[in-house]
């Protein structure tokens, strides 16, 4: 199996932790647990009985309940509910017949990568670094991915670039994977303009840009952008929802959205959705009804947008990030010439630049003798240039860990590059 | 994508019902939703809690709720609690540590298809006809199927004519899927002595069992056969169990139960086990905690073992398996040189032979002016052996309903004998 990358992170990722108690972790791309109080046995049961009145209501069934229990349809059940957030929140024309409810964004990757890419010459763009779990659904599933440098820099460039080798080499370029807002790992986000011009080398090579917005609602500051599904006149995008930062990752829901017109052609989209349908059917057969009436009972009490449920959550992300941020300022203020990071405006992590290589086995020293887990950027890089850099996640840490966790960061590099100089 | 048959399975399990909601539907191979009271939203809420509770107690965990909501190890949570029940209840010799957690049984099937079957030459041996849920899986992941006649009659001889001709085109026989106990879709079972000859004939081809057995804890009478796995002293047999049809389908919880020993190696399962983790975290990330925790509470309560919690399940569905063969008795009574059927001492089906060609059209016209809907056994098969038989499911229909059902289906019957005889 060709994932190892992949398999790698997760490995790293599942076990480090529990390696390591007592160390403090910077390395978990998860949501912060601080709100679970308000997501206990009982309020995933109220949001079961309003999402079952609201199915009795609607549609006047007898046995909603039965219904919640049962198997369902394949392209999922809170389809109407869905596309109204998304809609409200993310301003992507969204609708009900264009929605398909997958088991996590995850199983949406798993569905709309060899949808996209069935032939054997069929390549998947992806940045470099990018989310493990989408280069590893491209290999798992046998689909070969070419690397574009993961910089707001140029970025069409390199796209247009990427289209033009792919095509040399006899392949086909068939879809972008792209994270525009906080992306992980990097915490990058794309401006109005780059997005704009993305679609239009998009639309003219035809190639399907799926847009993986997780953390498009976790802006702390300035001025939101639109997601790419939302600005997309020829139809080349095809937007990517979650409910696991918004509501909880347990529940494993999310959706794919397709867009109307696809390359110019309306109605083109059905095809795509019922080819989708079909692999969903041979995947999970449904998305759990249990876990769809939950969301779907929170998205009912919230009048449908998601804006008011997270903003406490968007406070304390907030908050952390600063404390990060101002602690990084102060352990590294000697050797600003040497170390640097960017400073997103939202998002769950931020990239840190060193001057030495980090590794999985420098990971495990720095856990080990400094008490403190990060992430080599190098495990979600498809080549070499990542070896530098960390991801750095300010969303599942206790704040009053943070400064800790810095200043035993600082301590370590300082010992790496102490070695780098006694070695020179 | 290769899975046309599939999913014109699933389009019309899940579109023919709705097309004519007046006709009774004896279609389905879905649990009965009588017992949906048992699982109110109140009940979901205990269990989650009563797991809850267990898991704080057993690992002295803070924050058991909020890891209830989390990201989850990709192997799953209740692992212990599983093994124990399919040891309890089904004999075979499970333990938490060869046990992986499942989003339902079919995400069972997409990850140990392409996982026993890596290469292009790699086969997978099935029923003809079987669940069309199983060759969908293998035709998605492009893996080729190699059909063997689904009678009891046979069977081991049947399985090695298979892999003699599998390996005489150049290919080899990895996997044979097999539901041993009440098959979908025909009902049938196999005897003790061909479960030991088929464990034979399997470990000497080094071809993998995958044993699905979603229905052997339904039995209403006569003596349980263990499962494949119950009795693989060498090793050969993957158990794959859900609690769909125990506790509910819209759970989506399953399992994998890798054997100690794979073909007289120890520890060989560890290296399987941990390509299909890797290859779960790229289709699911990890199995809902939310349904895991309500499996586990149920568990809990129940003491470890289900056959309590499904005993009135188990007498309603004998009923209606009795009603059903007691309606056909007197329906066909005319006919019975022409027409017969099986009568499975469990299970949700039974298979009715016509002596005249059963398609989906035939099954339309049959809904549409004879109120009845059943399922063509062809939707299963693959090749034409299958045409003029018909898959009769008891599980979900109301007792009530099943002599007009019945009676519908003979009228239908009549007219089509009349037509051929017409015809000749």
Same mark, same amino acid.
């Given at each position: 199996? #060709? @994932? ?29 647990? !601080? ?26 069934? *007898? ?6 229990? #049962?198997?369902?349809?394949?392209? $999922? &059940? ?19 017949? !264009?929605?398909?409810?997958?088991s996590g964004c995850q199983e949406a990757l798993a569905l709309c990568l060899p949808a996209l890419c069935p032939d054997q010459e069929d390549v998947v763009l992806v940045c470099n670094p990018t989310y493990a779990g989408a280069t590893g659904a491209a290999q798992a599933n046998r689909i070969a991915v070419y690397p574009i440098p993961?910089?707001? %820099? ?8 990427? %289209?033009?080798?792919?095509?040399? !080499? ?41 847009? *993986? ?15 790419? =599904?939302?600005?997309? /006149? ?14 909880? /990752? ?17 109605k083109e989209h059905q095809k795509l959705q019922q080819e989708l349908i079909q692999r969903k059917s041979l995947l999970s057969v449904n998305t759990s009804q249990i876990n769809q009436a939950i969301v779907g009972g929170i998205l009912l009490k919230q009048g449908g947008s998601l804006q008011q449920w997270i903003s406490p959550l ?7 990030? *600063? @404390?990060?941020? $101002?602690?990084?300022?102060? =352990? ?10 960017? =400073?997103?405006? $939202? ?67 300082? &010992? ?6 006694? =070695?020179?």
């Amino acid at each position: 199996m #060709q @994932c190892d990358s992949q398999s790698k992170v997760m490995k790293f990722l599942n076990e480090v932790a529990e390696e390591f108690p007592a160390a403090i972790s910077l390395a978990a791309g998860r949501p912060t647990d !601080r709100y679970a109080e308000r997501l206990g046995p009982l309020q995933l049961q109220e949001a079961q009985i309003r999402y079952g009145e609201y199915l009795t209501l609607q549609k006047d069934l *007898d046995g909603a309940q039965a219904r919640l229990l #049962q198997y369902g349809r394949t392209a $999922g &059940m809170i389809n109407d509910l869905v596309a109204r957030q998304v809609k409200t929140d993310e301003r992507v024309n969204a609708c009900s017949s !264009r929605t398909l409810i997958t088991s996590g964004c995850q199983e949406a990757l798993a569905l709309c990568l060899p949808a996209l890419c069935p032939d054997q010459e069929d390549v998947v763009l992806v940045c470099n670094p990018t989310y493990a779990g989408a280069t590893g659904a491209a290999q798992a599933n046998r689909i070969a991915v070419y690397p574009i440098p993961n910089t707001a %820099a140029n970025i069409v460039e390199n796209i247009e670039q990427a %289209a033009i080798q792919v095509r040399r !080499r006899g392949q086909r370029p068939r879809a972008l994977y792209l994270i525009p807002d906080f992306d992980n790992p990097t915490g990058r986000v794309l401006e109005e303009s780059e997005r704009a011009n993305i679609l239009e080398v998009c639309s003219q090579n035809r190639v399907v840009v799926l847009e *993986d917005n997780p953390y498009g609602m976790f802006r702390y500051e300035g001025k939101p952008v639109l997601p790419l =599904a939302a600005m997309d /006149p020829s139809g080349c995008v095809i937007h990517l929802s979650t409910f696991s930062k918004t509501i909880a /990752p347990a529940l494993r829901v999310g959706a794919i959205i397709l867009p109307e017109v696809l390359f110019g052609q309306t109605k083109e989209h059905q095809k795509l959705q019922q080819e989708l349908i079909q692999r969903k059917s041979l995947l999970s057969v449904n998305t759990s009804q249990i876990n769809q009436a939950i969301v779907g009972g929170i998205l009912l009490k919230q009048g449908g947008s998601l804006q008011q449920w997270i903003s406490p959550l968007l406070a304390g992300y907030r908050d952390n990030r *600063d @404390c990060m941020l $101002g602690e990084l300022q102060t =352990a590294f203020a000697d050797v600003l010439d040497q170390i640097s990071w960017n =400073a997103p405006e $939202g998002g769950f992590f931020l990239a840190l630049n060193l001057p030495f290589a980090f590794t999985i086995q420098d990971a495990m020293e720095c856990a080990t003798h400094y008490g403190v887990i990060v992430m080599p950027m190098n495990l979600f890089a498809l080549d070499s240039s990542q070896e530098q850099r960390v991801r750095l996640s300010f969303s599942s840490v206790d704040r009053t860990q943070i400064p800790v966790a810095i200043r035993s960061l600082a301590q370590y590099a300082a &010992m790496r590059m102490e070695r780098c100089a006694l =070695a020179s």
